[in-house]
């Protein structure tokens, strides 16, 4: 029997099998974009804009995550992972969630598509648009990102940031 053991708050509980397996499909599900699920009457989901994509070239990746500490920005922790080839200028992506809560959006420009952080070129862009700066190293807490998301279709605007 497959047995996980998860501390909380001082006690120890037990997950068998089905709950391990769910609590863990939570996370990393990359999915097709597929906009009919921000559309009247669905959700939950977040419609996000996406401002100043620089050019009609490479992936644009959107990841959402919960805005907590625990989640936001972690390896492994993000819920949905969107990819999709770059368009210049404005994108709009909707990305479905799991359940109304807080939530954050991080998104990535890999201008040359090779899968790796080019500082010279690649963009990116989180949820509330904070700064980010060589103090922070483009990981603003989780605080200055959250949003809220009901039952339905929230809708924000992010602005992409290129060195």
């Known amino acids: ?56 070239r490479g992936i644009l990746r959107v990841q959402s995550y919960r805005a907590t500490d625990q989640d936001w920005l972690q390896k492994g922790r993000w819920i949905n992972r969107l990819e999709m080839p770059a368009r210049a200028g404005t994108m709009r992506v909707c990305m ?5 809560g807080h939530y954050g959006i991080a998104v990535r420009h890999d201008v040359n598509n090779n899968g790796k952080t080019d500082l010279s070129t690649d963009g990116g862009a989180m949820s509330n648009n904070p700064s980010i700066n060589i103090w922070n190293l483009g990981k603003p807490s989780y605080k200055k990102v959250g949003f809220d998301v009901g039952s339905g279709v929230e809708r924000i605007s992010i602005d992409m940031l290129y060195r």
Not at 96 to 100: G, H, K, N, T, V
């Open 1 to 56: 029997m497959n047995r996980t053991f998860i501390a909380l708050g001082g006690t120890l509980a037990i997950a068998l099998g089905a709950t391990a397996g769910a609590a863990q499909a939570q996370y990393r599900q990359s999915i097709a974009h597929n906009p009919a699920q921000c559309a009247a009457g669905a959700g939950p989901a977040v419609m996000v804009t996406i401002n100043g994509v620089s050019q009609s």
């Open 96 to 100: 479905p969630l799991p359940a109304a």
